[in-house]
């Protein structure tokens, strides 16, 4: 295990997962905003890999890219593969979102991945040494939910700058993402305790609610040296849902 890929939201749910996964191939920078469960990922990776644990709030875009750039050369190592899995998800109608939690969530969702990749790609930030970077988004980027408005136009602007990136930084980088659905995290977990609302998400997907790991799966396709000719792409990993227009 050479190469080094960064995990952003690698404290739980999807994001631990992914580096779950990413550990049986690389080894891994962990980010997230708490270094103690940062370390219970760590805990969890494949013993041969090794891991370094970058506890940094994404929402401090201004001071993002000197951070991590200080963060790779004090632990003299590179970044070849990058999968950018954190993201703000707050359920808030129109009438009572603040401008504060719109500027969050494009911060952390949108404008953070683009600072990391920035990053990466230069010379002197990375050795601009990136290979590959696969952002986790969101079925609703392409579609619309109460209560979801701002959630999802910063996943759509994350796919489009993921499409925008797969060309301007082609051939020598690829860019990805992958759109899950609903899927079974901690996070989750209190939607899953109404077991009215888990008969109606039940029904909505063909193959039935998702797994991290089944996204995680996903990312480390797309990741790796197998999908070397796909770039600026989206991966529905949905269970069928986004396709189903039974009536």
């Known amino acids: 295990m050479n190469e080094w890929a960064l995990v952003t939201g690698a404290s739980s749910g999807i994001g631990r997962a992914i580096a779950v996964e990413l550990s049986k191939s690389y080894n891994l920078v962990l980010n997230g905003r708490d270094a103690s469960r940062l370390a219970e990922t760590a805990a969890a990776c494949d013993p041969a890999c090794e891991t370094r644990s ?3 709030d994404l929402a401090e875009t201004e001071g993002l890219s000197a951070a991590l750039s200080e963060f790779v050369a004090s632990s003299g190592l590179v970044i070849s593969r990058f999968v ?7 359920i808030m109608p129109v009438a009572v979102t603040r401008l504060e939690e719109v500027e969050r969530t494009f911060r952390v969702n949108s404008i953070a991945p683009f600072e990391i990749v920035k990053t990466l790609v230069s010379k002197r930030g990375n050795s601009a040494a990136l290979k590959s970077a696969v952002f986790v988004s969101s079925a609703i980027s392409a579609r619309g939910a109460k209560g979801h408005v701002v959630y999802g136009a910063s996943k759509a602007a994350l796919d489009g ?18 759109q899950p659905g609903f899927v079974k995290t901690p996070m989750t ?8 609302t888990v008969k109606r998400l039940e029904a909505r997907y ?9 996204v995680a799966s996903a990312v480390e396709f797309l990741l790796s040296d197998r999908a070397n000719w796909i770039t600026g792409h989206q ?4 269970g069928g849902s986004t ?5």
């Open 235 to 238: 991966l529905a990993v949905d």
């Open 54 to 56: 970058w506890a940094y």
């Open 189 to 196: 977990e209190p939607v899953l305790a109404d077991p009215a």
């Open 161 to 178: 700058m993921m499409r925008g990136l797969a060309i301007e930084l082609a051939p020598k980088v690829r860019v990805n993402s992958v």
């Open 243 to 247: 396709v189903d227009i039974t009536a």
């Open 84 to 90: 950018h899995s954190a993201g703000v998800s707050k």
């Open 206 to 214: 063909p193959l039935g609610l998702g797994e991290a790991k089944s």
